[in-house]
């Protein structure tokens, strides 16, 4: 394998970069490893139009193009979202840039290399060797990744790690990383686990407390991340995690501390400074949130970890302070993400937030309650999500507070509250979006009783012998009230009872629909849009997987109590 690895002369490389001598010097380079065919491109674009009809063994691109809009991190990313970029292709981003933010992007991409100019020819050539030798080594797992067949990679990682095969740490990694992905979280938490026992490796005592966080595991995984933490204070993704364990439990005051450590840790950071911002909103400090969120926006606007939920976040402390530039710029902002990503409706959704904040802003009362008004007319569609809602309250709020409450509206906050209020963790976070007017986050608790009576009931129909009607009564209030978790709860009722379920299809066939119509499953509060997990590996897949709303996952070997998620780690 070695010699096959080392030996480029079958080989196609592509080098992009906007300087004819960086440019200059990597072709000779390549050329001087034995690459017999290398190409080049001084701008992305024309980059883009190479891969279209050609695949390349090694692509090498600059992060950084003075006269063209498009960076090395946006091809790269549309070259995986249009699958453009076969497993094969060895990519290596090479930059002068070696901030933080730039490798933590690195990461996120799941790249093959990241190399800082300048660079030696040798160092280069490692690193393509080493990228060709695990390629070859690990084809297999990633091709069944590339076609999304999820429990192949796993078998196959399992397979390498328990025979000690080339590479079995990094295969025991990502399988664990895939069973997490799965669902199969006890079975995750075994092999990172193994992992610790054969080697004392960092992430995999990280991958333990991920997987006994996932599993519902919360106060084993605190005991977890704690030692761990003691044993390195300096683990900046212990910390990520521990504050998600800690919000979760209700310990509001402690995740921000935690947020805070990690953000001091690691201040060139943008997701850790992100979340801190948003953890210190939530928490009801506005007035300390304003200059974390308005950093983060400065640092971060053009980087992919930027989240645009910090934007509307900022928008609202700048309507407070009566900040009307602030405000605008705020708007403006997002206006500049929609153009870069047009096809997003959640940029959309967050715009016209910002646009109803300005419309407040400028006294303009009459146009920002029938903007309201239309906002309200979507609460029970699939695709208005927890942060929609979070958004809608926090505006709602913000007119009751200005006295112009309107009746109709208080119902409208019933209605969402009993959509997303199923544990104290999501209740509190869209309690504290109502944070101006505080009779709405009254109602938000009042219907959380709601919900966690309608399951104690039919809990109560189960224990009782008659899982028919449990299932029946959840039904009936998942019906009315849209909450995922009480149709999620029908759902595993009839996985664990169909013997004695009477109608137990055609019972199913209705909860397949409801399930259609709640959107997905929300049992968890997260800080903003989903972005790598701390710890995580990112896994290359062939195509983005759109979410589904037909069909209910398989229940996890043992059925978890619901936990929680903060919106917009």
């Known amino acids: 394998m070695a010699a096959l690895d080392t030996d480029f002369s079958t080989c196609s490389a592509l080098v992009v970069d906007g300087n004819p001598t960086s440019r200059s010097i990597l072709v000779s380079q390549l050329r001087d490893f034995g690459v017999a065919s290398v190409a080049q491109a001084a701008r992305a674009v024309d980059a883009r139009r190479q891969l279209e009809f050609r695949t390349f063994d090694f692509v090498l691109c600059e992060q950084h193009f003075p006269t063209d809009s498009m960076s090395g991190q946006d091809l790269l990313d549309d070259l995986r979202r249009n699958q453009l970029l076969p497993f094969s292709t060895v990519f290596i981003m090479i930059t002068g840039e ?95 686990k193994a992992v610790v026992d054969a080697k004392t490796l960092p992430w995999a005592k990280l991958g333990v407390a991920r997987a006994q966080l996932e599993a519902g595991q919360i106060n084993q995984a605190t005991t977890t991340l704690e030692k761990l933490i003691g044993e390195d204070a300096n683990y900046a993704d212990a910390y990520d995690v ?18 805070k450590m990690a953000s001091t840790l690691t201040p060139a950071s943008i997701t850790r400074l992100q979340n801190l911002a948003m953890m210190t909103y939530y928490s009801g400090n506005h007035e300390e949130a304003e200059p974390l969120l308005d950093k983060t926006t400065r640092l971060g606007l053009e980087s992919k970890m930027f989240d645009a939920q910090t934007l509307v976040l900022l928008a609202f402390t700048r309507l407070n302070t009566a900040d009307r530039r602030g405000l605008q710029r705020c708007h403006d902002d997002l206006l500049r993400l929609i153009e870069r990503d047009a096809e997003n409706p959640r940029l959309y959704r967050l715009a016209a937030i910002v646009e109803a904040l300005n419309l407040i802003q400028q006294h303009q009362f009459a146009k920002s309650v029938e903007a309201v008004r239309e906002m309200a007319k979507t609460v029970r569609e699939p695709l208005f999500d927890f942060e929609s809602a979070s958004n809608l309250v926090a505006l709602m709020a913000n007119l009751a507070a200005k006295a112009i409450q309107l009746n109709e509206l208080e119902e409208t906050v019933d209605v969402m509250g009993r959509r997303f209020c199923s544990n104290r963790s999501l209740t509190e976070l869209l309690a ?87 959107g997905p499953v929300v049992n968890r509060a997260s800080l903003g849009e989903q972005k790598r997990q701390a710890g995580g590996l990112a896994l290359r897949t062939g195509k983005r997987v759109a979410p589904e709303f037909e069909k209910l996952p398989d229940p996890p070997p043992a059925a978890q109590p619901a936990e929680s998620v903060l919106p917009g780690a």
Request: some cysteine; aromatic content about 8%; overall charge positive.
């Open 432 to 518: 504290a979006s109502a944070i101006a007017h505080p009779p709405y986050a009254d109602r938000l608790r009042l219907a959380q009783s709601q919900v966690l009576e309608y399951a104690e009931t039919a809990m109560a129909l189960s224990l009782g012998g008659d899982p028919t009607s449990a299932v029946k009564n959840l039904i009936l209030h998942g019906r009315d009230t849209l909450n995922s978790r009480l149709i999620d709860n029908a759902y595993q009722l009839l996985q664990k009872h169909s013997g004695k379920v009477h109608s137990a299809p055609e019972l199913l066939s209705t909860v397949q629909q409801l399930k259609a119509n709640c």
């Open 98 to 192: 070696a901030t933080y933010a730039k490798v933590a992007e690195a990461a996120e991409s799941a790249l093959d290399g990241y190399m800082l100019k300048p660079h030696k020819a040798t160092q280069l050539g490692d690193r393509l060797v080493a990228a060709r030798v695990r390629k070859v080594s690990l084809q297999a797992i990633f091709t069944a990744i590339e076609e999304e067949k999820f429990e192949d990679a796993a078998r196959l990682c399992l397979e390498r790690f328990e025979s000690r095969g080339m590479f079995w740490l990094y295969a025991a990694r990502v399988g664990a990383e895939l069973l997490l992905r799965l669902g199969r979280c006890q079975e995750a938490q075994t092999l990172y």
């Open 242 to 259: 521990m504050g998600r364990a800690q919000f979760e439990l209700g310990r509001f005051d402690k995740a921000l501390e935690t947020y």
